[in-house]
């Protein structure tokens, strides 16, 4: 016997979404993002090779 059986799985399709159609209008993270530059954190985590 198997662990899975693959005539009962059901593929409905792809559910096709951005990050700004996840995150409600409201949400602190969007009041966070309009209110911090956060151009500042770019040198601190930029990689040296």
Do not use: A, C
């Amino acid at each position: 016997m198997t662990m899975t059986n693959r005539e009962n799985v059901k593929f409905d399709g792809i559910i096709l979404s951005t990050l700004d159609d996840l995150v409600p209008q409201d949400h602190l993270v969007r009041i966070l993002e309009k209110t911090i530059d956060w151009k500042f954190i770019y040198p601190l985590v930029k990689t040296t090779l």
